[in-house]
């Protein structure tokens, strides 16, 4: 979760999530110290699965480990999953990314590749928009650096040609590429977008003799 997308859908008439929307004040204000004190108030206030599921979300962001912010972040999963209704379900996706996040940090990257896939998974329960985009690349290059996806021969070949590309400066041939490239989770669903844009490319039959090689060798690999 982020403060922006948490935000978006809490119950401001409701007192923990008042002294929540504080913290979140507080954050944003340079205030960190005050921020963890309200957040946990928050906590210390929690009257049911819900309320401690918020607030475990922000106090996992005020911890001075790794191996804490990991604890609050489980505790945060384990409220989410006791409550089990829509309330929490836009939650999952960045809460499993965040979990995987510590994961990596703390050297494990079995349990980070899981919780990328969890978060992965979820990440159909965000409205479309900026935030889902985001979190979905944030997402898919957590996945590759874990070796959760690995790049089949077509894939990487459209890797090659964003790097040609970037040596160009071809802003509109990566501006086609890149949202399907930099958000494939490894479904056939992202699989398929990314031939699409590979697809809507090639139709333009605009790039350079080597550029366009390399697309068309990406394109009978992808098809």
Not at 11 to 20: G, Q, R, S
Not at 208 to 213: G, H, L, N, Q, R
Request: aromatic share 6%; proline share 3%.
């Amino acid at each position: 979760m982020t403060a922006q997308s948490t935000q978006q859908s809490l119950d401001k008439d409701n007192p923990v999530i008042a002294l929540c929307s504080q913290g979140m004040r507080a954050e944003a204000e340079g205030r960190p110290a005050e921020a963890k004190a309200l957040f946990e108030q928050a906590w210390e206030r929690a009257g049911d699965d819900y309320e401690a599921c918020v607030a475990a979300h922000y106090l996992a962001r005020h911890q001075s480990t790794i191996a804490d912010e990991l604890h609050w972040n489980q505790v945060c999963l384990a409220r989410a999953d006791a409550v089990g209704d829509e309330r929490v379900a836009a939650f999952y996706p960045s809460l499993h990314a965040c979990i995987a996040r510590c994961h990596r940090a703390l050297g494990d990257a079995e349990q980070a590749a899981t919780h990328f896939r969890h978060a992965a998974d979820r990440l159909g329960a965000l409205p479309s928009g900026g935030y889902a985009d985001w979190l979905r690349y944030a997402v898919a290059e957590g996945l590759r650096d874990t070796g959760a996806v690995v790049h089949n021969s077509g894939e990487q070949r459209v890797a090659d040609l964003l790097d040609l590309l970037c040596e160009q400066r071809d802003l509109r041939s990566l501006a086609v590429l890149l949202p399907a490239f930099c958000g494939h989770t490894g479904t056939s669903q992202d699989r398929r977008r990314l031939a699409e844009a590979a697809h809507r490319l090639h139709a333009e039959r605009r790039l350079p003799a080597e550029a366009e090689d390399i697309l068309r060798a990406a394109l009978t690999a992808l098809s």
